[in-house]
């Protein structure tokens, strides 16, 4: 191909193994996701056909060398109805339709395994409870359901799979949370889709989903040591929460155990349930979140913990099913680095103190 | 060129001295009342769980509307305007409305959680 | 008004040579002229409803995430200042209607008095609205690095407001979100002023006019037009009153 | 003239440009910058209209080029973000929304109804000086080292993080907020108090009832933005303020207040757009339009619930679900109207007698990409498509079909269909409708792969990006290339045309509008007498009886 210019034929080369006109599926939501697409690509087709053939039509039928006296017509309330309730029955299918997706991608399931995402201005840095930090990177198992929290920690970015067909927002100020189940092992892409800056551009990643006995494999390979839940408790300690927030009976923070997915009465008389979101929002704006029955003495704690850091109490606090675990760091400002994973078993706590103050 | 100054103020209702000192009268009452209100509590209705409406802030804003209405009817003329004089001022209050409880939809909804 | 039936029996060959002086060259009676502009006015009123239509949804929702710190904000306001500026505006509303009234009925000398005393309500208005905003800038309650959160954090050393509301103490935090009050309350306010501004400006064009007799002559368009932009001065005062300086007062 | 146009010139060997008319009525540049005459002032707008187009295409330009390769080759990021940034500032503020309505509409609106000129015609003068101070503001914020917010402005990016000139480039779209509303206010005073005796709602020309929804979306969306954006410059000047979560404000609620205004926008600029083709189609096909009654509330009802559906630019951008479950609906119910519109003009063409001069070939081409980008909306309206879709190259490619090849389209066909009227000669033909063809290929060319791009997940706004998106890409630019000479050509034999154009005479096309009724190009008063109105709108039969009455006079 000697007469064809090479950059010209290196370009075709290129063109032809990169060439692709639909994004791969590779996650449970998107062939249903796909699904709805092309119903809707078929209706505009029909849609489109149908007024290129009626001007087309008309067009031709009409023109004035064989048509040269247009005959006037009011209108046709028959037709006009019919155009205006096809499309509105098409149109309501289609929210209907949507909606349904719509819920399904943003409600996860209860035995999502989650994954705290922040971002940043401009990279993605995701933090899994086992201490596996990556940056520009997701790695996460084929047929496990995850669910993402993610936050911001200036600007909106958003959360972008096409492969998985999943897009989400990080707001600073706020958790989002989004969900997927992978089907395909593989490399996918990651993008920034907001626009967030100079280099909006190079905020993209990968992510990575491995069989499930690679991703165990990958875990061991990559912890960081700590888990985040313990990265949470050397926090607790070393912002001395625990001197309130302990089981002692002149406590003057309301204790801390099983408190996640509670409902909890405020001092304002309204009950929440204590999330993800609340358990952030409690920490950096205490005054709005005072348990019933005690003072507002608690600082706030703006400006003085990083997202990560906030990721990293609350998963802790999550994980927080007994008091044992704060007596224990009651009196240490530091905890040696290899505890044993996880607070211990509920069994050897006293049924008294497991007693979640509501 | 007189006479269709007559005609015109014919057609123009012109309100009275007497009707625009009553006005005056009620708004300074009104302005009063709202005040003295605002120093009682007027205690509150709890609608449901977490719903609780403060009267004072329903008082004070339902005197203000009063006044308002006043004003827009006598001082402003809209009684005695034309209908589209009327519907303009309509369209504004609806439209003020649309963009305050549509935003406040949002927020409301969002402390309903997750489905 | 039936417009287009008006134009209809005004759309006169000789009406176009026999017009008033202040009937502008495009529009075919002086009904017309009127309520055209009438109605332009008020579309423009209807622009100004929602221009602080935004002002209005950002209060609502800020006051309703931080209620207290809007409790001891609102506190900081004097409701005397408050309910006097109140009165005034009122008061320049009245005599604005008379000035309308003054000139539909052709009485220059009226119309002037009126005229003035709009005036001087506006800027009384407008000093005790200085006063106020004097009053913050000393305690450093204008929003921004020069914040104070002293009064809110230790009511006790702000001992005027102290005595008449005992308020408690706010947390940090809660104290930091007075900005968010103030913030509104300048905004609001200072947005209000500028209208007030703006109207008291046209108000000293409008009797110097007076004073040559333009409106007394049939033409009180022009101060029937503003005499409705001066209304809805008063009336976004009436609410920004009850919004800002009534919260939780008992 | 063959019997395949309708085009009826005068005699070219006698006829002459009227002596008396708007354009020759005074001389000298004060004449023009103090003129109360809303034809004069239609085209000031018009020149500097197409200056700030220009602009924003060149800026187009760059971003096509840009893409040409997945690197950074031409400009350095932050460039790049800076020339999208003012690309959208200019098109969507001091292009699109005046476009219609400050040039065409203001031009032929009141010889619509039968006015000697808009209500307010010193409004409407300050409206274009205010145009004028708004593009003054942009181009300083562009010399003096740009803006790149985008031009949706998000907090907290753009009060917080950047530091490059929002507050100018805001205050910019807060002036030109306050031209838009006064030109809808004065159209809305004169539609409704400036009509010809006779002239009832129902014998309007539906150009008029588009405009005078659209004028509503002006008056009531646009002093939102200018709040919005002053609270974003107070942000930005005094670090204090209500969408920074920083400062324990909600970045959500500028999205709120942002889109109340930014969504009804998009109708601001396709309703005008939407009634030019009324005009068009109807002029062409010798017809009246198929259900004037349909079209004229479907214009009303795009304008009302158009007002409704804002949050549909947030369903994933935390809004409650239960909101996003409404708005969509809402969404869904807004794109009805649309699809009355497409198909009521289709069957305008039925039992018509159908010529394809230049301003019927953009229709054509209108229908068929508004279709498309109607459609493609909906793709975005509904929920579950919105969170693959959005913010990717198919929310671009979506609102291009929709704003070039919808309101643009548009825009050129009406500039072409009034250009008689207003310059008193005629265009070229065959060059014009070369022009179309090219246009129509071009954008096609251009946008269409972004659809591909955007469904493989591109995202928009992106300077670098992955090497598989390259292909589609070229494509995009290659199109961009032909678009570019698209639109030379029309400025080009316009400019021509002004000198040689043949002479048109009153009413070339044998249009029914008021505005055919008169000289071209007209007086400065419009009528030498107000026309008393005694037939409907698209009354052909009426137009061919005058007309035989004429020469049964004249005989």
Same mark, same amino acid.
């Given at each position: 191909?000697?007469h064809?210019?090479?950059?010209?034929?290196?370009?075709?080369?290129?063109?032809l193994?990169?060439?692709?006109? /639909?994004?791969?599926?590779?996650?449970?939501?998107?062939?249903?996701?796909?699904?709805?697409?092309?119903?809707?690509?078929?209706?505009?087709?029909?849609g489109?056909?149908l007024?290129?053939?009626?001007?087309?039509?008309?067009?031709?039928?009409?023109?004035?060398?064989?048509?040269?006296?247009?005959?006037?017509?009011?209108?046709?309330?028959?037709?006009?109805?019919?155009?205006?309730?096809?499309?509105?029955?098409?149109?309501?299918?289609m929210f209907?339709?949507?909606?349904?997706?719509?819920?399904?991608?943003?409600?996860?399931?209860?035995n999502?395994?989650?994954?705290?995402?922040?971002?940043?201005?401009?990279?993605?840095?995701?933090?899994?409870?086992?201490?596996?930090?990556?940056?520009?990177?997701?790695?996460?198992?084929v &047929?496990? @359901?995850?669910?993402?929290?993610?936050?911001?920690q200036?600007?909106?970015?958003?959360?972008?799979?096409p492969?998985?067909?999943?897009?989400?927002?990080?707001?600073p100020?706020?958790?989002t949370?989004?969900?997927?189940?992978?089907?395909?092992?593989?490399?996918?892409?990651?993008?920034?889709?907001?626009y967030?800056?100079?280099?909006?551009?190079?905020?993209?990643?990968?992510?990575?989903v491995?069989?499930?006995?690679?991703?165990?494999?990958?875990?061991?390979?990559?912890?960081?040591g700590?888990?985040?839940?313990?990265?949470?408790?050397?926090?607790?300690?070393?912002?001395?929460c625990?001197?309130?927030?302990?089981?002692?009976?002149?406590?003057?923070?309301?204790?801390?155990?099983?408190?996640?997915?509670?409902?909890?009465?405020?001092s304002?008389?309204?009950?929440?349930?204590?999330?993800?979101?609340?358990?952030?929002?409690?920490?950096?704006?205490?005054?709005?979140?005072?348990?019933q029955g005690?003072?507002?003495?608690?600082?706030?704690?703006?400006?003085?913990?990083s997202?990560?850091?906030? %990721?990293?109490?609350?998963?802790?606090?999550?994980?927080?099913?007994?008091?044992?675990?704060?007596?224990?760091?009651?009196?240490?400002?530091?905890?040696?680095?290899?505890?044993?994973?996880?607070?211990?078993?509920?069994?050897?706590?006293?049924?008294a103190?497991?007693?979640?103050?509501? | 060129?007189?006479?269709?100054?007559?005609?015109?103020?014919?057609?123009?209702?012109i309100?009275?001295?007497?009707?625009y000192?009553?006005?005056?009268?009620?708004?300074?009452? &009104?302005?009063?009342?709202?005040?003295?209100?605002?120093?009682?509590?007027?205690?509150e209705?709890?609608?449901?769980a977490?719903?609780?409406?403060?009267?004072?802030?329903?008082?004070?804003?339902?005197i203000?509307?009063?006044?308002?209405?006043?004003?827009?009817?006598?001082?402003?003329?809209?009684?005695?305007?034309?209908?589209?004089t009327?519907?303009?001022?309509?369209?504004?209050?609806?439209?003020?409305?649309?963009?305050?409880?549509m935003?406040?939809?949002?927020?409301m909804?969002?402390?309903?959680?997750?489905? | 008004?039936?417009?287009?039936?008006?134009?209809a029996?005004?759309?006169?060959?000789?009406?176009?040579?026999?017009?008033?002086?202040y009937q502008?060259h495009?529009f075919?009676?002086?009904?017309?002229?009127?309520?055209?502009?009438?109605?332009?006015?008020?579309?423009?009123?209807?622009?100004?409803?929602m221009?602080?239509?935004?002002?209005?949804?950002?209060?609502?929702?800020?006051?309703?995430?931080?209620?207290?710190?809007?409790?001891?904000g609102?506190?900081?306001?004097?409701?005397?200042?408050?309910?006097?500026?109140?009165?005034?505006?009122?008061?320049?509303? +009245?005599?604005m209607?008379m000035?309308?009234w003054?000139?539909?009925?052709?009485?220059?000398?009226?119309?002037?008095?009126?005229?003035?005393?709009?005036?001087?309500?506006?800027?009384?208005?407008?000093?005790?609205k200085a006063?106020?905003?004097?009053?913050?800038?000393?305690?450093?309650?204008?929003?921004?690095?020069?914040?104070?959160?002293?009064? +809110?954090?230790?009511?006790?050393?702000?001992?005027?407001?102290?005595?008449?509301?005992?308020?408690?103490?706010?947390q940090?935090?809660m104290?930091?979100?007075?900005?968010?009050?103030?913030?509104?309350?300048?905004?609001?306010?200072?947005?209000?002023?500028?209208?007030?501004?703006?109207?008291?400006?046209?108000?000293?064009?409008?009797?110097?006019?007076?004073?040559?007799?333009?409106y007394?002559?049939?033409?009180?368009?022009?101060?029937?037009?503003?005499?409705?932009?001066w209304?809805?001065?008063?009336?976004?005062?009436?609410y920004?009153?009850a919004?800002?300086?009534?919260?939780?007062?008992? | 003239?063959?019997?395949?146009?309708?085009?009826?010139? @005068?005699?070219?060997?006698?006829?002459r440009? @009227?002596?008396?008319? /708007?354009?020759?009525?005074?001389?000298?540049l004060l004449?023009?910058?103090?003129?109360?005459?809303?034809?004069?002032?239609?085209?000031l707008?018009?020149?500097?209209?197409?200056?700030?187009?220009f602009i924003?295409?060149a800026?187009?330009?760059?971003?096509?080029?840009?893409?040409?390769?997945?690197?950074?080759?031409?400009?350095a990021a932050?460039?790049?973000?800076?020339?999208?940034?003012?690309?959208?500032?200019?098109?969507?503020?001091?292009?699109?929304?005046?476009?219609?309505?400050?040039?065409?509409g203001? /031009?032929?609106?009141?010889m619509?109804?039968?006015?000697?000129?808009?209500?307010l015609?010193?409004?409407?003068?300050l409206s274009?000086?205010?145009?004028?101070?708004?593009?003054?503001?942009?181009?300083?914020?562009?010399?003096?080292?740009?803006v790149?917010?985008?031009?949706?402005?998000?907090?907290?990016?753009?009060?917080?993080?950047?530091?490059?000139?929002?507050?100018?480039?805001?205050?910019?779209?807060?002036?030109?907020?306050?031209?838009?509303?006064?030109t809808?206010?004065?159209?809305?005073?004169?539609?409704?108090?400036?009509?010809?005796?006779?002239?009832?709602?129902?014998r309007?020309?539906?150009?008029?009832?588009s405009?005078?929804?659209?004028?509503?979306?002006?008056v009531?969306?646009?002093?939102?933005?200018?709040?919005?954006?002053?609270?974003?410059?107070?942000?930005?000047?005094?670090?204090?303020?209500?969408?920074?979560?920083?400062?324990?404000?909600?970045?959500?609620?500028?999205?709120?207040?942002?889109?109340?205004?930014?969504?009804?926008?998009?109708?601001?600029?396709?309703l005008?757009?939407m009634?030019?083709?009324?005009?068009v189609?109807?002029?062409?096909s010798?017809?009246?339009?198929?259900?004037?009654?349909?079209?004229a509330?479907?214009s009303?009802? %795009?304008?009302?619930?158009?007002?409704?559906?804002?949050a549909?630019?947030?369903?994933?951008?935390?809004?409650?679900?239960?909101?996003?479950?409404? +708005?969509?609906?809402?969404?869904m119910?807004?794109?009805?109207p649309?699809?009355?519109?497409?198909?009521?003009?289709?069957?305008?063409?039925?039992?018509?007698s159908?010529?394809?001069?230049?301003?019927?070939?953009?229709?054509?081409?209108?229908?068929?990409?508004?279709?498309?980008?109607?459609?493609?909306?909906?793709?975005l309206?509904?929920? !579950?498509?919105?969170?693959?879709?959005t913010?990717?190259?198919?929310?671009?490619?979506?609102?291009?079909?929709?704003?070039?090849?919808?309101?643009?389209?548009?825009?050129?066909?009406?500039?072409?269909?009034w250009?008689?009227?207003?310059? !008193?000669?005629?265009?070229p033909?065959?060059?014009?409708?070369?022009a179309?063809?090219?246009?129509? %290929?071009?954008?096609?060319?251009?946008?269409f792969?972004? +659809? %591909?791009l955007?469904?493989l997940?591109?995202?928009?706004?992106?300077?670098a990006?992955?090497?598989?998106?390259?292909?589609?890409?070229?494509?995009?630019?290659?199109?961009?290339?032909?678009?570019?000479?698209?639109?030379?050509?029309?400025?080009l034999?316009?400019?021509?045309?002004?000198?040689?154009?043949?002479?048109?005479?009153?009413?070339?096309?044998?249009?029914?509008?008021?505005?055919?009724?008169?000289?071209?190009p007209?007086?400065?008063?419009?009528?030498?007498?107000?026309?008393?109105?005694?037939?409907?709108?698209?009354?052909?039969?009426?137009l061919?009886h005058?007309?035989?009455?004429?020469?049964?006079?004249?005989?």
């Amino acid at each position: 191909m000697d007469h064809i210019s090479p950059v010209l034929w290196q370009f075709l080369v290129k063109w032809l193994t990169h060439f692709a006109l /639909f994004p791969p599926e590779a996650s449970k939501i998107a062939p249903q996701m796909d699904a709805l697409y092309f119903f809707m690509v078929l209706v505009s087709l029909v849609g489109l056909t149908l007024v290129v053939l009626l001007i087309l039509g008309f067009s031709i039928l009409y023109r004035k060398a064989r048509h040269p006296q247009a005959v006037q017509i009011e209108g046709s309330t028959i037709l006009e109805a019919t155009w205006t309730i096809i499309p509105l029955g098409l149109f309501l299918v289609m929210f209907v339709w949507g909606a349904l997706l719509y819920f399904r991608i943003y409600t996860p399931p209860a035995n999502a395994m989650n994954i705290y995402v922040v971002g940043k201005q401009w990279m993605w840095k995701a933090e899994h409870p086992g201490g596996q930090h990556e940056i520009n990177a997701l790695h996460v198992p084929v &047929g496990q @359901p995850v669910q993402l929290t993610l936050i911001s920690q200036d600007v909106f970015h958003s959360f972008s799979i096409p492969a998985f067909r999943v897009k989400r927002e990080a707001i600073p100020g706020r958790y989002t949370t989004v969900w997927f189940e992978a089907t395909t092992p593989g490399t996918y892409h990651l993008f920034c889709t907001q626009y967030c800056g100079t280099n909006h551009s190079q905020m993209i990643g990968d992510v990575v989903v491995m069989t499930p006995d690679d991703f165990k494999k990958w875990l061991q390979g990559s912890t960081s040591g700590n888990s985040l839940a313990q990265d949470g408790e050397r926090l607790f300690s070393s912002l001395s929460c625990n001197a309130c927030h302990n089981t002692r009976p002149d406590a003057r923070g309301p204790s801390l155990a099983n408190v996640y997915d509670a409902r909890l009465t405020l001092s304002t008389g309204q009950t929440v349930t204590a999330d993800d979101a609340y358990l952030r929002d409690a920490i950096l704006n205490p005054s709005q979140h005072i348990t019933q029955g005690y003072a507002p003495i608690m600082p706030t704690y703006q400006g003085q913990i990083s997202e990560e850091g906030v %990721i990293a109490l609350v998963e802790y606090i999550k994980n927080l099913d007994s008091d044992y675990r704060v007596q224990q760091t009651l009196n240490t400002t530091e905890l040696a680095p290899n505890v044993e994973e996880k607070a211990a078993p509920a069994a050897t706590v006293p049924a008294a103190q497991k007693e979640v103050k509501p | 060129m007189s006479e269709q100054n007559q005609q015109h103020e014919q057609e123009h209702h012109i309100v009275s001295p007497t009707t625009y000192l009553i006005i005056l009268l009620a708004l300074l009452v &009104g302005t009063a009342a709202t005040v003295a209100a605002s120093f009682v509590d007027l205690g509150e209705w709890h609608i449901a769980a977490g719903f609780t409406l403060f009267w004072n802030p329903v008082v004070a804003l339902a005197i203000a509307t009063t006044k308002m209405m006043l004003v827009v009817l006598f001082f402003m003329h809209v009684k005695y305007s034309p209908k589209l004089t009327k519907l303009t001022v309509s369209a504004g209050i609806f439209m003020f409305l649309v963009l305050i409880s549509m935003t406040l939809t949002d927020y409301m909804s969002r402390a309903w959680g997750r489905w | 008004m039936s417009d287009s039936s008006t134009i209809a029996g005004g759309a006169l060959a000789e009406a176009q040579h026999e017009h008033p002086p202040y009937q502008r060259h495009h529009f075919e009676t002086v009904d017309q002229q009127f309520d055209a502009t009438n109605f332009a006015m008020w579309l423009f009123l209807l622009t100004e409803v929602m221009f602080f239509g935004g002002l209005f949804t950002a209060y609502l929702i800020m006051r309703n995430w931080y209620y207290p710190a809007f409790v001891v904000g609102s506190h900081q306001l004097s409701i005397f200042w408050g309910t006097a500026n109140t009165a005034v505006l009122i008061a320049s509303s +009245f005599t604005m209607a008379m000035s309308v009234w003054s000139a539909e009925t052709r009485r220059k000398g009226l119309l002037l008095l009126y005229l003035c005393l709009t005036l001087v309500f506006g800027f009384t208005f407008l000093g005790i609205k200085a006063i106020e905003w004097h009053e913050k800038w000393e305690k450093h309650h204008i929003p921004g690095p020069s914040f104070s959160v002293q009064s +809110f954090v230790d009511p006790a050393s702000d001992p005027e407001v102290y005595k008449e509301y005992h308020d408690n103490p706010l947390q940090a935090d809660m104290a930091q979100k007075t900005q968010e009050y103030f913030f509104l309350y300048f905004a609001m306010t200072g947005m209000h002023a500028l209208h007030m501004v703006v109207g008291v400006g046209i108000l000293i064009f409008m009797i110097f006019r007076a004073k040559a007799g333009a409106y007394t002559s049939g033409h009180v368009t022009f101060v029937e037009n503003f005499g409705l932009y001066w209304h809805f001065v008063d009336i976004i005062w009436i609410y920004l009153f009850a919004l800002l300086y009534l919260i939780s007062r008992h | 003239m063959s019997a395949t146009t309708i085009v009826s010139l @005068p005699d070219q060997s006698t006829a002459r440009i @009227p002596k008396m008319n /708007f354009l020759t009525k005074e001389n000298g540049l004060l004449s023009w910058l103090l003129t109360g005459d809303h034809k004069r002032i239609a085209t000031l707008y018009l020149i500097s209209i197409t200056f700030f187009f220009f602009i924003g295409g060149a800026l187009a330009g760059l971003i096509r080029l840009e893409l040409l390769t997945p690197q950074t080759s031409l400009m350095a990021a932050d460039t790049y973000n800076k020339v999208f940034t003012m690309h959208g500032v200019i098109m969507v503020f001091l292009f699109l929304v005046p476009s219609v309505p400050a040039t065409i509409g203001n /031009f032929v609106i009141p010889m619509m109804v039968g006015a000697r000129d808009l209500a307010l015609p010193k409004i409407n003068l300050l409206s274009w000086y205010l145009y004028v101070v708004a593009g003054i503001m942009v181009i300083y914020s562009m010399a003096a080292g740009g803006v790149d917010t985008g031009w949706t402005f998000t907090t907290p990016l753009s009060t917080h993080y950047l530091n490059t000139h929002v507050i100018s480039t805001g205050l910019a779209i807060f002036v030109a907020g306050f031209s838009s509303i006064f030109t809808g206010l004065n159209f809305i005073v004169t539609i409704h108090k400036m009509r010809a005796p006779g002239m009832t709602w129902f014998r309007l020309p539906l150009f008029v009832w588009s405009n005078y929804a659209a004028s509503i979306l002006m008056v009531l969306g646009t002093p939102v933005l200018a709040i919005t954006l002053v609270l974003v410059v107070l942000e930005r000047l005094f670090h204090i303020g209500v969408f920074d979560p920083a400062y324990g404000g909600d970045p959500i609620l500028f999205q709120h207040l942002f889109w109340f205004y930014s969504h009804p926008a998009v109708y601001i600029m396709i309703l005008p757009g939407m009634g030019v083709i009324s005009e068009v189609v109807s002029t062409f096909s010798r017809k009246r339009v198929f259900g004037y009654t349909a079209v004229a509330f479907s214009s009303v009802a %795009i304008a009302v619930f158009g007002f409704f559906v804002w949050a549909h630019h947030m369903f994933i951008m935390g809004i409650s679900n239960y909101a996003a479950l409404v +708005f969509s609906l809402l969404t869904m119910l807004v794109a009805v109207p649309s699809a009355i519109k497409i198909f009521n003009w289709a069957f305008t063409l039925y039992k018509g007698s159908i010529t394809f001069e230049t301003p019927m070939l953009y229709a054509f081409g209108f229908m068929g990409l508004f279709t498309i980008g109607g459609m493609t909306g909906v793709f975005l309206g509904s929920t !579950g498509t919105d969170i693959h879709l959005t913010e990717t190259y198919f929310i671009v490619a979506h609102f291009h079909f929709v704003m070039v090849g919808g309101m643009l389209m548009a825009f050129l066909s009406g500039i072409h269909f009034w250009w008689p009227k207003w310059t !008193g000669r005629m265009y070229p033909e065959k060059i014009s409708q070369l022009a179309a063809i090219v246009t129509f %290929i071009g954008f096609n060319f251009t946008f269409f792969p972004q +659809f %591909i791009l955007g469904t493989l997940g591109m995202p928009r706004r992106y300077a670098a990006y992955p090497p598989e998106f390259q292909a589609l890409n070229v494509f995009s630019t290659a199109g961009a290339t032909i678009l570019g000479v698209g639109y030379l050509l029309p400025i080009l034999y316009l400019t021509w045309s002004l000198k040689y154009g043949a002479i048109a005479g009153d009413n070339p096309w044998q249009a029914t509008g008021l505005e055919w009724q008169t000289q071209s190009p007209p007086l400065t008063e419009n009528f030498p007498v107000i026309p008393i109105v005694d037939h409907e709108a698209y009354d052909y039969e009426w137009l061919e009886h005058q007309q035989q009455k004429e020469v049964a006079s004249v005989g």
